[in-house]
Each structure stands twice: as C-alpha cells, then as structure tokens.
C-alpha cells in the first residue's frame, strides 16, 4: 500500500450523521476530483491542551483517505491517501 501525504484542507461536498448526530464527510472534492465515501469510517478524538480534533479513516472502495476535523466549523483537512 502507497501512502501519499497531502495536509491540505479539502471541500466536503456531502456529509452524513452516525447514530449520535457526529456529522461525517461523505463526499470530499481534492484538486478537481471528487472522492464519495462508502460508510462511516473510524474515528478518534485527540485532544491537545483546550483544543479537540476528530480523525476520521474512510475509505472509497479503492483508497484509505485520513481526514481531520477542527471540530469547530467545518474545516477539514485531507491528512493522507493510501492505495
């Protein structure tokens, strides 16, 4: 498996809610391609000090796509794809 790492912030053109309302990517758009989500991934929250961030690893049936989430208005970045 390839790991490319990319670090740079993504448009999530659709999201979905698991059972507890936590919202998560769907649909992301990265340099012109988009990418649709097949589930819910897994996800971890790492806290730093005051500051809280969610991870998400979603997958799109061919690639892994790692995700974080400032968790304070939408801002996600594309941390690595591996395929």
């Known amino acids: 498996?390839?790991?490319t790492i990319i670090n740079k912030e993504v448009s999530v053109t659709?999201?979905?809610f698991?059972?507890?309302l936590m919202a998560y990517p769907r649909?992301?758009?990265y340099e012109g391609t988009t990418y649709d989500f097949i589930d819910?991934?897994?996800?971890?929250?790492?806290r730093s000090g005051?500051?809280?961030a969610q991870i998400l690893t979603l997958t799109d049936g061919r690639s892994q796509f790692r995700l974080r989430s400032d968790n304070r208005g939408g801002c996600w970045?594309?941390?690595?794809?591996?395929a």
């Not at 819910?40 to 790492?46: E, L």
């Not at 970045?77 to 591996?82: N, Y």
């Open 1 to 3: 498996m390839t790991k």
């Open 14 to 16: 659709r999201v979905g």
């Open 18 to 20: 698991k059972k507890n």
């Open 27 to 29: 649909r992301v758009e």
């Open 40 to 46: 819910a991934g897994i996800s971890c929250i790492v």
């Open 50 to 52: 005051e500051q809280i």
């Open 77 to 82: 970045t594309l941390l690595s794809i591996s």
